[in-house]
């Protein structure tokens, strides 16, 4: 039974930008909401300011801002190598909230220049007025905040405007971490496919057709996963989906890898911030919050397990090994920042930052990242940073 | 020019010209639709009979043009007596003539010769010889017999109003006369007689019944006015006026006696220099207004309207100016609808019968000749031999019973409207006019060729459409009314209105900045070049009602999509600031205003000026200044005060300065007065802005949902749009639903799909070539896709018809046309709240509104509106007479209250007011009158009489609740209180009494 019950993920296929996988035994809202998160929910960082020294193109600046906002930058344990402006100390932005980029381009040739991503180059922060210290910096790969594939050649370069002979751009940008939800930008995702039940066993679906249903309707491949219904097969009403098949390509921004892992952490935090938040204040802080972080912590176990079967993925499995352990932590953590946090969820939202960022960064081993002192909107800006240790990509 | 060349001109590479420049705008002469020069057509109309005594509705008509292209309309009226009169105008003013006197003027005809040529052998036609014996017994009364008593009664007649030189003879007065004003499309005296003969056959067989009328509505008997020939018209028109301002100061010169030398050039040029000579300021004048100032009237039937201005909006709506044939301005006030019905001709099938070209009879020939002769023509003309020319209209009307009078009508003149097709005998290329066009049988496809009927063929079926209408794709499949909004939609599109936009001045421009080109189009798409102007975005849709927010035509963006630049759009505004327009400006030539910014500004250090952050050292902005409303965009020094002044950005939305042009003189050497700056405004898409797809369904932007909440396939491609299933069935616009699976399939292979209508057939479908395509791409044959909802996970219940379709953004959008207020300004007359977007007004609770409400019950909500929210006022009422407007004031603060008048008495020294001094002056008046009558009876000794003094009595009684009573009943017995009352209602108080009537309000 318990193989039954325990959630399984099966890599298909893993590609440079793209990750085919199966989930199963986990329920249809459990999968949708990895789904949305992947989607929505990882933070990246993107062009958010941009400052026009010249711009003699044919395009108007707005544009031209526009259109390197959505160029995608590397971000590769974005989590954990920048901070949300919002929450930094800084005055108008620092090295440790955000990545300067210059471009500068002008033609001086009688063909046509193709301003590109690769013309963007980073630009260490020259007058930095960080006020605090922190090791996000130390986080962060080589190429963090560049184009992305900007030193590939096998990548063609995203073009940003075309300049004739005597025109100039020369730009100044700022990228800042945030998270689609705010704008889609931010998302690490180009699609991401999604699909149960393809043989509509459910009946969840009818299939409209004009003679016959089954010459008709194409077969998706995800099919071969699934036993073919035989005709005189009694219709199941009590079946509920629990096979999953995803696809997600990124824009290069995050890898596969990253963005499921860090999709799954995203949503556990989220619900464990959720299941802070329902807990009644006098609970908060005895030892009830470790129980519930422990009852969550199975469902992680066994998917880590899952992933680690996968012989490729022998870093993921160490990650694997930590997580009841870390779940514990979490736990912990939350129920010690439960005092001033449930206050907030229950009245005043503006107490939560203030005063839930101290206790978080005072009980957790290795939290510099503020993240509980989110003044966020959601409520649950940033993860534990103990979760992302053994799989940085 | 080349299209390098025009480009290196700031011009648009594919400029074709055919428009005037004034004032900045493009405008141009509009085609307009006239009658069909020199062809008689039949005529019934009831207003006809209205004329005069005697007059019937029956009427030929013919409008005969000159080589240079001016035109006289002669209509042929008959009479119940059974002769006719022939009508013309002359300067505006209508004339008519027996047409027996002009025919004997033409050719000294005898009656027998005119008896013949109307009758034409044909005597056992007794209608048409009792007529004719009519015709001519009546003009037996004029006892005129030869051409020259004619001329000589006309010339005598017309000698006054033709304004010829007085010494003409009345015979050369008249010869005039018929020369110039009796179908002026032919030379010869004999060939005037001739036409006039066969108006009067025609308008005979009309009256009994042998031929129909002919439908003046029809292309058939239309033409075009082409803007060339109306340009030398209106030229001819004011040089002939010139010549006569010329003549008429002469005149004026001999009958003063001065020194008239016709051979002395100086007196010549004299003349010449008081004689208004300017031509070319009349013809701009004509460009810019499209007014006609003429005192012939130039025998059209419209004074205005004739120019227009070419909005360059998008490209499709700047195209379709130069194309389109305007009705005439009296078409759009005529009530009846019958003329706008579609014939079609307006779709590009005896004895002996008559052969006419160009208006002049040439010949009889017996119908079986008149066919043959037309078929030569035909084939003559296309292989182009014996000199007949390709675009002769060679116009066959059979005989018919009753049909259109016969004959074989040739017309070789311009401004006819034809079109080419294929001449099936010999396969060659043929002009067809809309005359002839009615008489012969076209086969629309090759398919469609019947053996011996039809002659031509179609060289495309889409040939009878508009540019705008070709452009929609399948739209064969469309319900026809669709196509035609469609067209008028895609006139309104938010797309790409030139490509020289940096060197435009337009006031307004719209753009859409992420124009796409459609992955469907028709083949006249790449004809047209319309890549060059895109128009849309190809837009992944979703027929599904989802969440709610699609109903009623609404429908839903992907938030994301938008976020990712999804019909993104801009406008571009211009403001002109001249400083000779300033206030301040000196009316001099030396300028005291100059561009730039004086030492009374600071701009450096801590108190800066905020204009530094938009205006330069210069005054002038910078480009992409970022400017919201009422920022500083320019700055300039008076002499005079010797301080810096600024002009404010006038618009109500934030915008960029896009450019600064500065504006100098012809000469170049003045100093800076005049600046042009293009401000460019963002308009991204927002909930309220319109949308419409290329097939007539337009719909409003309700919502923009995030991506995760967006439906997606099980690939996981979202909509950027969602419609709503209900659009479809009672539109029928299946050509949308087609152009989805073939824009789908053109996607998945990459491919641009050909969608020109008519290519299908019912054994070849569209639905087989497109499900085929999607088939191979690994999707449903018929377009669907199983969808899953992105809020909860779960796959729909239906499966989704998902595809591409190419979506234009309409110019209609909320930030133009939202209308708020809460409180701002009031008339200053009712203090009512003003209209208008303009001035922050409000939009009217009107009279249906009131009784909404008063029906629903809600009378609290009622007065919150019409009053409280309105023109909310309180008044002093009296409550003795009732009067609004009777308050008066005594200063009670600085003790001062005035003696009654006769204070000699010193009966009575104070007045009754209220706590503030508040009295009525009505009341107060009349009590005084009474108290002085009293005083007299006393002092006379006489009785009172029973005249009551008192408040006098009050023509219109109101009544007024207490619950507006807002002050009570003055504590000095002032009787004055104050209510709650709509401020018009005072002012109507106050209008009343100026007439002399009073209004009481009854305060219980």
């Known amino acids: 039974m318990a193989e039954d019950t325990a959630p399984i993920v099966r890599i298909r296929e893993l590609k440079k930008d793209s990750v085919n996988f199966v989930l199963e035994n986990v329920d249809l809202a459990f999968a949708n909401s990895v789904r949305r998160v992947m989607m929505a929910d990882l933070p990246t960082v993107a062009i958010d300011l941009v400052e026009f020294v010249t711009n003699t193109s044919v395009l108007p600046d707005e544009y031209i801002a526009h259109r390197l906002g959505l160029i995608p930058l590397v971000s590769t344990n974005c989590d954990e190598a920048i901070r949300y402006t919002r929450d930094c100390t800084c005055m ?92 889609a930008k931010w998302s690490p995702c180009s699609a991401v496919s999604f699909e149960y039940d393809p043989y509509n066993k459910l009946r969840h679906t009818s299939y409209w057709f004009e003679r016959d249903s089954k010459t008709e309707w194409p077969v998706s491949d995800n099919s071969k996963e699934e036993e073919t219904p035989r005709d005189d097969e009694p219709f199941d009403f009590n079946a509920k989906p629990n096979k999953f098949y995803f696809d997600v390509e990124t824009d290069g921004s995050l890898g596969p890898q990253e963005v499921v892992m860090k999709g799954l952490a995203e949503l556990q935090t989220k619900l464990a911030n959720l299941l802070l938040g329902l807990k009644p204040t006098d609970e908060a802080d005895g030892g009830g919050a470790g129980g519930g972080g422990g009852a969550w912590g199975d469902a992680p176990a066994a ?80 993860s534990p940073s103990q979760q992302t240790q053994g799989w940085n990509v | ?112 010769e005119i008896f013949e040529g109307v009758i034409m052998q044909d005597y056992e036609n007794t209608f048409l010889t009792d007529r004719v014996e009519l015709l001519l017994r009546s003009f037996k009364m004029y006892t005129m017999h030869t051409g020259s008593q004619c001329l000589e009664y006309l010339g005598d007649k017309f000698r006054v109003v033709l304004g010829l030189p007085e010494d003409w003879t009345n015979d050369a007065i008249g010869m005039w006369l018929v020369d110039k004003l009796v179908l002026v499309h032919l030379k010869s005296a004999r060939d005037k007689f001739r036409m006039l003969l066969f108006m009067l056959r025609k308008l005979y067989s009309l009256v009994s019944g042998s031929c129909s009328a002919d439908n003046p509505d029809s292309p058939q008997h239309q033409e075009v006015l082409l803007p060339g020939s109306l340009y030398g018209i209106i030229i001819k028109e004011r040089m002939e006026e010139i010549l006569n301002a010329i003549r008429t100061t002469i005149n004026i010169d001999v009958r003063n006696g001065a020194n008239v030398d016709f051979n002395d050039k100086k007196y010549f040029a004299k003349v010449i220099s008081r004689v208004n000579f300017d031509i070319g300021a009349k013809l701009s004048n004509f460009l810019a207004t499209g007014n006609l100032v003429s005192p012939t009237g130039l025998d059209l039937q419209q004074a205005s309207g004739f120019t227009i201005v070419a909005e360059k909006l998008n490209w499709q709506r700047y195209i379709s100016h130069f194309r389109c044939i305007h009705r005439g301005a009296f078409f759009a006030e005529l009530k009846t609808t019958t003329v706008r019905k579609l014939l079609p001709e307006a779709w590009d099938g005896r004895k002996n019968l008559c052969v006419q070209l160009d208006g002049a009879v040439i010949g009889w020939a017996r119908p079986a000749v008149a066919v043959q002769l037309a078929r030569n023509l035909r084939i003559w003309k296309t292989e182009d031999m014996n000199n007949v020319p390709l675009d002769l209209e060679i116009g066959f009307v059979p005989e018919s019973e009753g049909g259109q009078y016969p004959g074989l009508f040739l017309f070789s003149t311009k401004a006819r409207m034809m079109r080419p097709v294929k001449y099936i005998p010999n396969s060659r290329d043929d002009q067809v006019g809309s005359f002839e066009q009615v008489y012969m049988d076209i086969a629309c496809t090759p398919e469609e060729i019947e053996e011996n009927v039809s002659t031509h063929v179609e060289h495309d079926p889409t ?64 004809k047209y070049a319309m890549d060059s102007f895109p128009n849309g975005t190809n837009a992944v849709v979703a027929v599904i009602s989802y969440t709610g927010y699609d109903m009623e035509d609404a429908m839903i963006l992907n938030k994301s999509a938008h976020e990712r630049g999804f019909a993104y759009g801009t406008i571009y505004k211009s403001q002109i600031i001249d400083l000779k327009d300033v206030r301040g400006a000196s009316k001099s030539s030396t300028p005291t205003l100059h561009f730039g910014i004086g030492s009374d500004i600071r701009l450096n250090g801590e108190n800066a000026h905020h204009c530094k952050e938009f205006v330069d050292r210069d005054g002038l902005p910078f480009t992409g200044a970022r400017i919201s409303p009422g920022d500083p965009i320019a700055a300039y020094i008076d002499d005079t005060t010797g301080r810096t002044k600024f002009i404010k950005y006038k618009g109500d939305e934030v915008g960029y300065v896009d450019q600064v042009r500065l504006l100098g003189t012809d000469a170049g050497d003045a100093e800076l007065q005049k600046i042009h700056i293009t401000i460019r405004i963002p308009r991204p898409p927002v909930i309220g802005d319109k949308f419409s797809s290329r097939h007539g369904q337009k719909g409003v932007c309700s919502q923009k949902w995030p991506a995760v909440d967006m439906p997606f396939s099980e690939s996981g491609i979202q909509p950027d749009v969602i419609i709503n299933p209900h659009a479809f069935p009672s539109r029928m616009t299946i050509g949308m639903l087609v152009e989805s699976m073939a824009g789908k399939a053109g996607a998945m292979h990459g491919l641009a799909q050909e969608a020109a209508p008519f290519r299908f057939t019912e054994e070849d479908t569209a639905i087989d070539y497109f499900g085929k395509q999607l088939l191979a791409a690994g999707y449903n044959y018929y377009g669907n896709e199983p969808m899953y909802s992105g809020i909860t996970g779960q796959e729909f219940a239906a499966d989704i018809y998902f595809g591409v379709v190419y979506y234009q953004r309409l110019r209609h959008m909320v930030l133009d046309k939202f209308q708020v207020r809460t409180t701002g300004p009031v008339d200053p007359v009712t203090r009512q709240p003003v209209k208008g977007r303009k001035r922050a007004g409000g939009i009217r609770f009107g009279e249906m509104e009131r009784d909404a409400l008063i029906a629903h019950g809600t009378s609290f909500l009622l007065q919150d509106r019409l009053m409280n929210c309105s023109d909310y006022s309180t008044a002093w009422v009296c409550r003795t007479c009732g009067s609004l407007i009777s308050l008066g004031y005594e200063d009670v603060s600085l003790g001062e209250t005035i003696s009654a008048s ?68 003055g504590l000095k017995g002032g009787d004055l209180d104050v209510v709650a009352i709509p401020y018009v209602f005072r002012y109507l108080c106050a209008e009343l009494a100026s007439m002399g009537i009073a209004v009481s309000l009854e305060v219980r």
């Open chain 2, 1 to 112: 020019m080349s299209s390098a060349e025009l480009v290196k001109h700031h011009e648009e590479p594919e400029e074709f010209g055919g428009y005037f420049v004034i004032n900045g705008n493009e405008r141009l002469i509009r085609y307009l639709i006239l009658p069909r020069r020199n062809h008689v057509i039949a005529l019934i109309r009831p207003s006809f009979s209205n004329r005069g005594p005697s007059y019937t509705q029956h009427a030929v008509q013919i409008r005969c043009v000159r080589p240079d292209q001016t035109s006289v309309t002669n209509t042929l009226h008959y009479l119940a007596n059974g002769s006719a009169m022939l009508r013309f105008t002359w300067r505006k003013q209508e004339y008519v003539i027996p047409i027996m006197l002009i025919l004997k003027a033409l050719v000294d005809a005898s009656d027998k």
């Open chain 1, 303 to 382: 998917q880590d397990n899952a992933w680690g079967g996968n012989a490729n993925q022998g870093g993921w499995g160490g990650g694997g090994a930590n997580s009841p352990a870390r779940w514990g932590a979490g736990g912990a953590r939350s129920a010690a920042s439960g005092g001033a946090g449930s206050s907030a969820w229950s009245g005043s939202g503006s107490s939560w930052g203030g005063s839930g960022a101290s206790p978080a960064n005072s009980n957790a081993a290795a939290a510099t990242t503020g993240g509980w002192g989110a003044g966020n909107s959601s409520g649950w800006g940033g």
């Open chain 1, 92 to 183: 108008r932005g620092c090295s440790f909230c955000s990545v300067k980029l210059e471009l500068h381009v002008s033609c001086s040739d009688d063909t046509t220049l193709e301003v590109t991503s690769n013309h963007l180059d980073v630009v260490p922060y020259v007058d930095d007025d960080a006020v605090d210290t922190g090791d996000e910096i130390a986080k962060r790969t080589a190429n963090f905040g560049h184009p992305v594939g900007k030193s590939d050649p096998s990548v063609p370069p995203i073009l940003i405007c075309k300049i004739r002979k005597g025109q100039e751009l020369h730009v100044k940008c700022t990228a800042k971490k945030g998270i689609a939800k705010e704008h």
């Open chain 2, 463 to 526: 040939n009878f459409m508009s540019i705008l209408a070709n452009m929609t794709p399948f739209s064969d499949f469309n319900q026809s009314p669709r196509n035609i909004y469609q067209c008028q939609m895609g006139k309104q599109t938010m797309g790409t209105p030139s490509t020289a936009i940096q060197h435009r001045t337009d006031n307004k421009l719209y753009r859409l900045q992420t124009g796409q080109t459609p992955i469907v189009r028709p083949g006249l798409h790449n």
């Open chain 2, 902 to 969: 006769t204070a000699s008495q010193g009966q009575r020294s104070l007045q009754p007011t209220g706590p503030g001094g508040e009295y009525c002056r009505i009341c107060r008046a009349a009590a005084q009158e009474q108290d002085e009558r009293e005083r007299q009876a006393v002092a006379t000794g006489q009785h009172l009489q029973q005249q009551q003094g008192g408040p006098p009595q009050a023509d219109i009684n109101v009544a007024i609740s207490s619950q507006h009573v807002l002050g009570s009943r």
